[in-house]
Structures are given as structure tokens and as C-alpha cells.
């Protein structure tokens, strides 16, 4: 699983998102972070573009429809 399917399960906090960067930093993984964390484009571009917080905040509005079903 990755960061986000792990993230949206209730599985581990947000924080851990940084260690998901350093594993990716240190291996030889050909995928782009984005794909390396599960994050789609729009996730992708609040995340770079607006802040930590707001990917965050997006994440949070799935894990409660995530819920629902």
C-alpha cells in the first residue's frame, strides 16, 4: 500500500508522509513522488502548489467519503 491508500485506511497519521519522501529520496524507484505516494494529479498540484496542510485537507474530505461506504 502506499502513502495514500495507507493515509485514507486510518492506518498511519499524515506526518508519515515525510518518511515516505526520505524512503523514496533513498531508493531507485523510477516513479515520480507523486506516483511513489498514490497522489492523483489534482493532489498533486494542491500539494505543490498551495502546502502541506492543503493536501491534507483534501486527503481528510476522501477519508470521510472513504468512510461512508
Known sequence: ????ERYLAGDIPFEEIDRY???WNNSDD??????????DE????VWIDVSDDALKMLLDGQKKN???Y
Do not use: S, V
Open 1 to 4: 500500500m502506499n502513502f495514500k
Open 21 to 23: 519522501i526520505e524512503e
Open 30 to 39: 523510477p516513479r515520480t513522488l507523486a506516483k511513489y505516494l498514490g497522489l
Open 42 to 45: 489534482e493532489e498533486e498540484d
Open 66 to 68: 472513504h468512510k461512508d
